[in-house]
Nanobody, 120 residues
Framework: QVQLVESGGGLVQAGGSLRLSCAASGRIRSVNHMGWYRQAPGKQRELVASVTNANTTTYTDSVKGRFTISRDNAKNTVYLQMNKLQPEDTAVYYC??????????????WGQGTQVTVSS
């Protein structure tokens, strides 16, 4: 059974930084792209950043220049370094990954989410 577990969320003042981590575990044969989504209260979930196996990254416009996504393939872990945080970044952040388990069926897996709260 594949699981994604996020960590690193918390409360931070505007202008501060947080680093989120997401580790995939289980009977994993391969992991393709990984990404971070967020959902603020009353809003739709949105893609924040993603990274491919070749370390090609994409970001939503609102976080460009402030957030950096990276991955450690040996640990099946993806990170999101968040700098210059603003109150509008407040949301639950979810990790997602395209995973090939030992059953050999590619599937998208999701973490449980980690709360990020930015105070003004």
């Amino acid at each position: 059974q594949v699981q994604l577990v996020e960590s690193g969320g918390g409360l931070v003042q505007a202008g501060g930084s947080l680093r989120l981590s997401c580790a995939a575990s289980g009977r994993i044969r391969s992991v393709n792209h990984m990404g971070w989504y967020r959902q603020a209260p009353g809003k739709q979930r949105e893609l924040v950043a993603s990274v491919t196996n070749a370390n090609t990254t994409t970001y939503t416009d609102s976080v460009k220049g402030r957030f950096t996504i990276s991955r450690d393939n040996a640990k099946n872990t993806v990170y999101l370094q968040m700098n210059k945080l603003q109150p509008e970044d407040t949301a639950v952040y979810y990790c997602s990954a395209r995973v090939l388990p030992y059953e050999l069926i590619w599937r998208d897996y999701w973490g449980q989410g980690t709360q990020v709260t930015v105070s003004s």
